[in-house]
């Protein structure tokens, strides 16, 4: 831990960041699991502690996902109680560390980089989207959601139109501007010396608009931000019942299958969201530090388990709170840790404090955090890399933002993965002709999808030409493919066709190529 402490100047400030954008989305996604509320912040402070704690990504922050709303309100409802739920929780952390030593966390490195940025870009717009209606007052939506259909019947843009025409909250809209506005400015002219460059711009926003709205109480009550559009966090009366809202799991119900299926479901996708959303941070760390998936997927694991077992949601890598650890400038993970450690503590000891804090004014933070991670400037680098990377990034973002998360990845994916094999299609056979003398090059490794290229240029060798074969730029030769120049050396003879074969073939197709009349010539 002692190169942990050495960015600790960097991790305080931003791990208080982190904490003031995790306290609404523990609570929003809660809500929208039709969990208690208290499970979500339970989540919250295991993914920052705990996870944090377990894992080797120096920026990933987690907690409870979005992206497990809908699984986890439908097991809720399906299960016979909440307790057989955790029980579920439990099990599947315990799989997700199975997970990490069959070494499954390798999956990661075969998502396509376009598809990567893609999420991170529509996660940025979804933000942007999603917290708008929030900035002017319409909380119908619960914080954290992330899905086009939305619980209160609208949609991502319909909600827009409906906070301006139904439910705009002038005071909750002057408090999102400003702070959206000071949010900016202090970002662009922020001190590079002294004191103040270690305030952290979302503490000022946060401060500001409670103190703006108790004077909106005094001055003008008509602008105060009513109970329903603050921060909600469960308050306990005494100790006793601040430990009254942890709760066990039933163990008794292990039997049951939907137990079990619910803890696959929860431990397969859980993996999926938490492995994408690490391999995500990598590319927003600005060091491009690499963390390893398989401790990921055990540090995962272990928060799950522990999550479970004390009345939380499952937890996963959450893109929003490591995007703005990042922004914060966080340097390792003490900042995630910390960050834990603020909201247990928070929640232990200031709760009626913390109901004192707008929805709007963290709404402007989320917002901010968006506009980061889809800046214009992104989108145009996209653009110059060229359609084979441009248009899965752009998929990606449309089926996110039209479908959930986990949806429009599997979207992105697949047409990610087209553009992959495309590029793989694309000619890797030289054919060159001179009289009699033939050249037939491969320029990289034959792979299955070739066999038909090659067996192409072996069709238009004329008899009794002199042909050589040059395979010294590979280093795999796919078995289909040696079949085919097989094929083509035995009928060779029949044709007057002379074969040479050019490159170190010992680890390739030499041992595999045999004419049975006619000796091939190795150069």
Known sequence: MGGVFTTWRQDLPASIVVALVALPLCLGVALASGAPLF??????????IVVGFLSKSPLSVSGPAAGLTVIVFAAIERLPSYEAFLLAVVIAGLMQMAFSFSRSGVLAEFVPTSVITGMLSAIGLILILKQIPHALGYDGDPEGDLAFQQTDGQNTFSAISYALENSFVWGAAIIALLSIVFLFVWDANKPKEGPLRYVPGPLVVVVGAVLLNQLFGSVAPALQVGPSHLVEVPIAASA?????????????????????????????????????????????????????????????????????????????????????????????????????????????????????IPLSALAAILIQTGYKLAKPSLFVARWKKGLGQFIPFVATIVAILLT???????????????????????SVISYAADGEDVLIRARRNLYFIHKYELQSAFNRVPDNANVLIDLSATEFVDPDNIDVINAFVRNAEYRGIRIQLRGDLSDKAASQIKAPTQKVAFV
């Open 404 to 426: 959930d998360l986990l949806v429009g990845i599997m979207i992105g994916l697949a047409i990610g993965f087209v553009f992959v094999i495309a590029r793989n299609f694309r």
């Open 39 to 48: 499970s979500g912040l339970i989540a919250g402070i295991v993914g920052g």
């Open 240 to 356: 006793a019942d601040f430990v009254n809202l942890f709760t066990l799991p039933d163990f008794g119900s292990i039997a049951l299958p939907a137990v079990w299926t619910t803890a696959i479901t929860l431990a397969i996708v859980a993996s999926l969201e938490s492995l994408l959303s690490v391999k995500a941070v990598d590319e927003l760390d600005p060091k491009r530090r690499t963390t390893d998936k398989n401790r990921e997927l055990f540090a995962q694991g272990g928060g799950n388990f522990l999550s479970g077992l004390i009345g939380g949601l499952p937890v996963t890598s959450v893109i929003v709170r490591s995007s703005a650890n990042v922004d914060a400038n966080a340097g390792s993970k003490l900042s995630t840790i910390l960050h834990g450690f603020w909201l247990l503590l928070s929640v232990a000891l200031i709760p009626a404090i913390l109901n004192l």
